[in-house]
């Protein structure tokens, strides 16, 4: 008996030991998505034009444009960002009940990221293209390129747009583009504002960048080239006396404390460099391709 209690007592043992050498190991941590500093700092309210004004971060735009009907924002940078928006509102002598409207260029966290929570304190409509209103529905999870890394608080869409309405507020009339690409939903608007008495259009044209996409042969996205293309030449012939773009760098904006657009630059220069660098991509990618398949 002793013995067999001591073989048991063996077993036992081992089978511990076994059992402890199979536990798995723990999961990998999430990462975080992290960004720029400029893209988290605060500033104070921008005038870009006569009733437009940027009120978002250093390096993220966020556009208000104002009428005596109200006001409508463009885009509202990144999800802890609220606050800030609604406390610049306030500096340019706006109530949260005096907006509208809700529009956006993207849905990515660092550019609709806030817009739930300002919907919520001020009532406006959302209004965005179909193919936007499905990832914005989401809060971002289910992205073609970024999978769900890059999440944000959801939000329905109150108006669903078509490419060239017009979104009117008293006599102030912004024209949606679609401009798909960056995103497939990817909007572009333009609208006539005055400087100093003279009347300058501006156009907030989305990201024309590629970063990281899978460019070639894209189950997901398999027309994703043609539309870059596409977009860089409705980009071209927009009427654009002033450039914005959600990113203020791309289109040589400072909205630090020099405030100025650094470098003037075009709508057709900026679809231009655009289209450079997607070729540049483009061919870097055939070359891996290449590459593989010589070692294949």
Known sequence: MRITNSISAALLALMSINAAAEVPQPLPQLEAYTVPSSWRQPIEPVQIADHTWQIGSAGISALLVKTPEGAVLIDGGM??????????????????????????SHAHADHVGPLAAVRRATGAQLATSAESAQLLARGG?????????????????????????????????????????????????TWTDSREGSPVRI???????????????NPRYPNIVADYRDTFERVRSLPCDLLLTPHAAASGWRYDAAQVQAESLS???????????????????????????TRG
């Open 141 to 189: 999870a289910g992205d073609l390129h970024f999978g769900d890394d890059l999440l944000y608080p959801p939000l329905n869409a109150d108006r669903l747009l078509q490419d060239g309405e017009r979104v009117v507020l008293g006599d102030l009339e912004l024209q949606v583009h679609f401009t798909p690409g960056h995103t497939p939903g990817s909007l572009s608007w």
């Open 267 to 293: 709508c057709a220069a900026y679809a231009d460099n655009a289209r450079r660098k997607l070729e540049k991509q483009l061919a870097s990618q055939r070359a891996q391709n290449a590459g593989r398949s």
């Open 79 to 104: 999800p802890q960002m609220a606050e800030v928006l609604l406390a610049n509102m306030r500096k340019v002598g706006l109530e949260p009940r005096d907006l509208k409207f809700i529009l956006h």
């Open 203 to 217: 156009a907030y044209v989305d990201s024309l960048s590629a970063p990281g996409y899978q460019l070639l042969d």
